[in-house]
C-alpha cells in the first residue's frame, strides 16, 4: 500500500484514515461491527482513493449515546465527513446497518453523497427475531467479571454462536480494561433497540439522484426481489449485483468479486444529474 493510515476523532466518532489522496470514499460498517471491518478493502483502494473508515455511534472508539436512530447516526457521519471534506461530496459505502445509516444519509443530505454503494440490506422493516437477538443473548450471557481470557470467552459463546467466523466478529468487541473485561460497543443500548435497528422509517425526502450499487450475497436472506421495487423507488439509478457462494457478509466472503465491482462502480462516471 502507498499513502498514510491515520486516526482521529471528531465529534465523537472515530475515524481512520487509509491512503493519501485521490477521491474520498466513506465506509460504514454493519451492526457490531467498527470501522476496521473495511481495512483490507480499504487499503486495496488506497492508491487511487482516501478512504474514511467509520466507527458509527456506541461501536468501537467512537462516543456512545442514550439512544438509537437512523438519522442521528446519518447527520453524525454527514457531520464529520462534512468537515473533514470542506463539504466536497464524496462516495459512500455501507454493509447492513451501516447500508440503513448510508442510505438515509444519501437521502437527508444528497448534496454530499456523489455515489452510494448499499451491501446486502434494503430499505424495509425486518420482521421478527434476528441471529442477532441469539448473539445478544450470548454476549450478555458471559460473566466478563469471571472471564480470564478471550479463548475462554470463545468457548463459552459456542453453545449461542456456533460460527467461529460470527464468533471471533463479535468477540473483537471484548477489551481488557485495568485488569477485566468489557465490551466496547454499547451492548446494553444496541441489544435493547434491536428491532429499532431492523426497522426502517418511510423518509420525508425526494429519490436521491445519484448511482447506485447494491450489492447482495446470493445466499443472504436480507436482499429479496420483493424489496427491489422499494429499493427502485428511493435510488431509481439502481445498479444490482448479486454475489455467488456469499451470504450476508459479502465483502469478507466473496472479497475479489466485491472489490471488483466496487472498483467499477467507483470509476465510472456520475453521469447525469450530478
Known amino acids: 500500500m502507498t499513502g498514510v493510515e491515520a486516526e482521529s476523532d471528531s465529534r465523537a466518532l472515530h475515524v481512520t484514515e487509509i491512503g493519501a489522496g485521490g477521491p474520498v470514499v466513506v465506509f460504514c460498517h454493519g451492526l457490531f461491527g467498527q470501522g476496521k471491518n473495511w481495512t483490507s478493502v480499504a487499503k486495496s483502494l488506497s492508491n487511487d482513493y482516501t478512504c474514511l473508515l467509520i466507527d458509527l455511534p456506541n461501536h468501537g472508539r467512537s462516543a456512545w449515546t442514550d439512544r438509537v436512530s437512523y438519522q442521528e447516526m446519518a447527520r453524525a457521519v454527514g ?9 466536497a461530496p464524496f462516495a459512500l459505502v455501507g454493509h447492513s446497518m451501516g447500508g440503513k445509516v448510508s ?3 444519501a437521502l437527508q443530505r444528497p448534496h454530499l453523497v456523489e455515489r452510494l454503494c448499499v451491501v446486502d440490506i434494503a430499505p424495509v422493516r425486518y420482521p421478527g427475531p434476528s441471529s442477532f437477538t441469539e ?5 450478555r450471557s458471559l460473566d466478563l467479571a469471571g472471564l480470564t481470557t478471550r479463548a475462554e470467552a470463545d468457548e463459552r459463546l459456542k453453545p449461542r454462536v456456533s460460527d467461529p467466523v460470527v464468533r471471533s466478529f463479535l468477540l473483537q468487541n471484548l477489551r481488557r480494561v485495568d485488569g477485566g473485561w468489557r465490551w466496547q460497543m454499547n451492548l446494553d443500548l444496541l441489544g435493547d433497540h434491536l428491532d429499532d435497528l431492523g426497522d426502517w422509517s418511510e423518509p420525508d425526502a425526494e429519490p436521491y439522484p445519484g448511482p447506485v450499487l447494491w450489492i ?5 436472506n436480507y436482499i429479496t426481489a420483493e424489496y427491489a421495487p422499494l429499493m427502485r423507488r ?8 448479486t454475489v455467488k457462494n ?14 471488483s465491482a466496487l472498483r467499477r462502480f467507483l470509476a465510472a462516471a456520475p453521469g447525469p444529474g450530478r
Do not use: C, K, N
Open 79 to 87: 457531520d464529520v465527513v462534512a468537515e473533514r471534506t470542506g463539504g
Open 103 to 105: 442510505m438515509t444519509l
Open 135 to 139: 448473539y445478544v443473548r450470548g454476549m
Open 216 to 220: 447482495a450475497g446470493a445466499e443472504s
Open 234 to 241: 428511493y435510488f431509481p439509478r439502481l445498479i444490482t449485483v
Open 246 to 259: 456469499a451470504g450476508h457478509w459479502v465483502h469478507s466472503e466473496q472479497p475479489e468479486v466485491f472489490l
